[in-house]
């Protein structure tokens, strides 16, 4: 019986590890490039269909409509005569033609071309040689290729989320694709995951846990698993945030009364006291280039971001409306800082152009936490609450497309997008 | 092996029942016939009793745990957005800091406690205000500075896990935690 027992609740951990996330596309960007995303010649001798994740890659960036296609006899391949015509006539702005090919030795040769059906011309296409278990990541890169030549900047297909998913009294932190699928558990515990933060080499997760039954600051090695505490001083430790270059984070502790924000290498060495304030200091964020820190304090009397330089010292308020303002983000390019602002008594995700100060609300939701910029600055990640349960909303910066993200069971929130890798 | 216990444990209550007793054995008197020679003093040596029908003095941390015992109380709640402990649970601390102070191995964990409203890492903020102020009274009734560790939870572990602001008013609140109980 204890057999059996054990057996089973193995298998429900392997499912839960793998539980997929879903995601729903709500709302959709005014100019999406009609693309022809013709079924890859023999694509059916993979799993999952090469052309089918490229297509819902595309599609979730709100930038491109997959057109409906009717079956072509035979089908073609990426070296077959171009039409442009034809295309054209389809109502088709751009093309892609593929093969998918078995060897002998058991792997894969996928090809593709990419064309530019108005200019009529191609656009290059790459050959690769697989093993079956790399076609996601194969159909990811192609459609990260597709997106890069006709938008003109790179692609997040191949990038990972991270997350924390609570599941009654069981909380894990996960790690999937962009696009919600292979879900894999870093962390499992009865006691609250929060705040995950990725390496700028996307090795490592930070985060804090609750394991100790209190705020502890722990760095994670996502390959091997092993971990290691980066602080864990008298009272709370929290708010871990890397510096650009991966060498040192800067964190929120209590250990000097009050949370006042330091910065400390990763292997828990080399703690710097970077400002002091009569109030809450935390939630620090460094900007792209290293040169700021952003960061939430309460020491003017409500909670405003306020910047400062990366090696302390004065800080400047940065929002002045409203009187909730948390949680600072930087963009990649480093021009706009998306936030959360309390808006009539709703908790939602605000955008400022760093340049003009100019501030836009980006969502009407009313619980919006933890927004996270792709490493590409085009989409938002944040974590809502959507009838009653803890989901993921993907926004696109311009406020135009709305994709959201559930887990099958179970709440998710804390998202927080990985950097691009290689 | 248990036909020799039996006796040895028959043994042992018959010994027993001989100390339990107030009465102490009188020590024996001297007989005074006259024309004889006194016998020599017997010395008995003294018993001294000892009284096992009343319960042992209490350890001082078994108080922690007495319902009757202010001790056992260990939670202050707070208003929206306020860390100052009330007057309410003015009495509660004064029990405690004295405790503290009475008992200089014991050691306290203070867990402050926020609403799930905002952001979670200032909610982390703002529970370490209501823990710091729970920890600075009973510093200053005299809890040694070292015996305490102020901590915050946020709005990570919530005592009711409901969305109404009677949920929110029972989340919002330190919870002071005795060594061997985290």
Redesign the interface.
């Known amino acids: 019986m204890i057999r059996f027992l054990s057996t089973l609740s193995l298998l429900l951990w392997l499912a839960a590890a793998h539980a997929q996330l879903s995601i729903e596309i709500t709302g959709s960007g005014a100019q999406r490039i009609p693309i022809a995303l013709v079924p890859f010649a023999g694509e059916s001798a993979l799993a999952p269909a090469i052309s089918g994740i490229v297509r819902a890659d595309l599609e979730r960036s709100g930038l491109f409509r997959g057109l409906e296609l009717p079956p072509i006899n035979p089908p073609p391949t990426e070296a077959s005569n171009v039409n442009y015509g034809e295309w054209k006539s389809r109502l088709a702005d751009a093309l892609l033609l593929g093969s998918v090919v078995a060897r002998p030795d058991g792997r894969f040769e996928v090809r593709f071309r990419l064309f530019d059906v108005v200019k009529q011309q191609p656009l290059g296409g790459i050959a690769y040689t697989l093993s079956k278990e790399q076609a996601r990541a194969t159909a990811h890169r192609i459609a990260d290729f597709v997106y890069e030549k006709l938008i003109g900047e790179k692609g997040t297909f191949s990038t990972r989320i991270a997350y924390v998913v609570k599941r009654g009294n069981r909380f894990e932190l996960q790690v999937a694709d962009a696009d919600g699928a292979s879900a894999e558990t870093a962390l499992a515990s009865f006691e609250?995951i929060?705040?995950p933060a990725w390496s700028p080499d996307g090795k490592r997760l930070a985060y804090?846990s609750?394991e100790n039954?209190?705020?502890v600051v722990y760095i994670h090695s996502l390959a091997d698993g092993k971990r290691q505490v980066a602080a864990n001083f008298?009272?709370?430790n929290?708010?871990p945030s890397w510096a650009p270059d991966g060498s040192k984070l800067a964190v929120?502790l209590?250990r000097e009364?009050?949370?006042q924000i330091f910065v400390i290498n990763p292997d828990g060495s080399g703690l710097r006291r970077l400002a002091s304030s009569g109030g809450?200091?935390?939630?620090p964020r460094f900007s792209p280039d290293g040169q700021w820190i952003y960061f939430?304090s309460?020491r003017g009397g409500s909670?405003q971001i306020y910047r400062m330089g990366s090696g302390g010292g004065d800080a400047q308020r940065v929002t002045f409306e409203g009187s909730?303002n948390?949680?600072p983000r930087i963009s990649p390019d480093g021009k706009t800082l998306a936030y959360?602002t309390?808006n009539a008594g709703k908790?939602q995700v605000a955008l400022m152009d760093l340049s003009s100060r100019q501030v836009q609300i980006l969502t009407d939701s009313d619980q919006d936490?933890?927004p996270s910029f792709s490493p590409n600055g085009r989409m938002i990640l944040l974590a809502t609450v959507i009838g009653g349960r803890g989901v993921l909303s993907a926004v696109s910066a311009d406020g135009k497309m709305k994709a959201r993200i559930s887990a099958t069971a179970g709440d998710v929130r804390?998202p927080a997008w990985g950097p691009f890798v290689e | 092996m248990r036909a020799i216990l039996y006796p040895l444990t028959v043994a042992a209550v018959l010994a027993l029942g001989a100390c339990a007793t107030e009465e102490q054995k009188p020590a024996p008197t001297e007989s005074t016939t006259p024309g004889t020679k006194p016998p020599s003093a017997v010395q008995t040596p003294a018993v001294k009793p000892v009284d096992a029908t009343k319960k042992p003095a209490a350890s001082p941390f078994a108080a922690l745990k007495d319902p009757n015992s202010p001790l056992s109380k260990r939670s202050i709640y707070y208003d929206y957005d306020k860390f100052d402990v009330k007057d309410d649970y003015r009495s509660m601390v004064e029990a405690h800091a004295r405790f503290l102070r009475e008992n200089p191995s014991a050691k306290m964990?203070i867990?402050g406690n926020t609403d799930e409203?905002?952001?979670?890492?200032?909610n982390?903020?703002?529970?370490?205000?209501r823990s710091?102020g729970v920890k600075k009274m009973l510093v200053l009734l005299g809890a040694r500075e070292d015996q305490i560790?102020?901590?915050?939870?946020?709005e990570?572990?919530p005592q009711d896990a409901g969305h109404s602001e009677g949920a929110w008013s029972k989340n919002r609140r330190s919870d002071m935690?005795y060594s061997g109980e985290?």
């Open positions: 609250p929060i705040s804090v609750f039954k209190k705020p008298k009272g709370s929290s708010a929120s209590s009364g009050g949370s809450i200091d935390t939630e939430t309460d909670p909730y948390v949680s959360i309390r908790f936490e933890s804390e | 964990l867990q409203r905002g952001s979670r890492e200032y982390v903020g703002l529970g370490q205000r710091d560790e102020s901590v915050s939870l946020g990570e572990k935690l985290y």
